[in-house]
């Protein structure tokens, strides 16, 4: 019996050496311990296959701007996929678009790219999805197809999704060891968040659009529905994220206590 989800990743694999050329194919092996690396800029394909590829940039990076009808609040893709869908460990895209079709064990169901596309608007961006044929899905599928340019189809990626971090210990708050995490504490993420994140994201979560800074709660951030909701996807993200600048600058400890005190802060259902 043919193996559908095998299947359409042979299909892919295929469709991309075609188009791309097998030069471009990089395994993991011939990377050695590096990250793959996404197209530069400047390396927009040619023709009506570039002109989507650069639309759904846009629309990535500034998502009130080019799909206004879709959208319920301030953020874009880019808020949380940062360097527009580029940077290794915040989720980027050329580590998505290669395992997609994927199977949603939640759900029970085979998810497709397009779906969880459509979700992104719904869940993250408070708003509506657009039209699962429609221009903005469609140019923003070519935008991560060209991002995913030489990827390997359904192989583990160095740096795709977020770093895990160690869980910490539950129970009692007070001090078990250097390299032992204790429960996550909202005040001390409170002191920790005013020192290290407010300059750019506002005292009160509103964001500074000046400083490049999104909102992190309130009307104008991501709801409920949104996986950065959960504390232990904020923390992996935060952990290697925030501050912008090197990876690492904050202690798993700091990250799990900032998650944790965002999270507690109120958001649109």
């Known amino acids: 019996m043919l193996n559908r989800p095998r299947f359409f990743f042979l ?3 295929l469709a991309l050496l075609f188009f791309f050329g097998s030069s471009h194919i990089v ?4 990377n050695g311990p590096g990250f793959f690396h996404p197209p530069a800029p400047e390396e927009y394909p040619p023709g009506p296959l570039g002109d989507l590829v650069k639309k759904g940039e846009k629309i990535f990076t500034q998502t009130g701007t080019y799909a206004p009808r879709y959208t319920g609040n301030s953020l874009t893709c880019a808020s949380c996929h940062l360097d527009a869908g580029r940077k290794p460990y915040a989720a980027p895209m050329w580590a998505a678009y290669v395992h997609y079709p994927r199977f949603d064990e939640r759900k029970n169901a085979l998810i497709q790219l397009n779906d969880r596309i459509r979700a992104c608007f719904r869940n993250s961006l408070h708003g509506t999805p657009p039209p699962a044929g ?3 899905v ?8 060209w991002l995913a340019k030489g990827a390997p189809v359904g192989l583990p990626l160095r740096g795709q999704g977020f ?7 539950q129970g009692s708050p007070l001090f078990r060891g250097p390299h032992i995490l204790r429960t996550p504490d909202t005040l001390e993420g409170m002191t920790l968040y005013q020192n290290r994140c407010a300059s750019c994201h506002g ?3 509103q964001g ?3 400083r490049g800074g999104s909102p992190v709660w309130g009307t104008q951030s991501y709801p409920m529905e949104s ?4 504390v232990r996807v904020l923390a992996e993200f935060l952990k290697m994220n925030m501050p912008p600048g090197p990876s690492g600058r904050l202690t798993d400890q700091e990250s799990w206590d900032i998650a944790a005190y965002v999270a507690s802060q109120p958001r649109p259902r």
């Open 163 to 169: 770093r895990t971090i160690p869980v910490p210990k």
């Open 203 to 205: 005292l009160n979560g």
């Open 27 to 30: 395994l993991p092996s011939e």
């Open 138 to 145: 469609r140019a923003l599928n070519a935008y991560l197809f």
């Open 208 to 210: 500074n659009p000046a």
């Open 227 to 230: 996986g950065f909701h959960s």
């Open 11 to 13: 299909q892919t694999a």
């Open 134 to 136: 429609g221009e903005t």
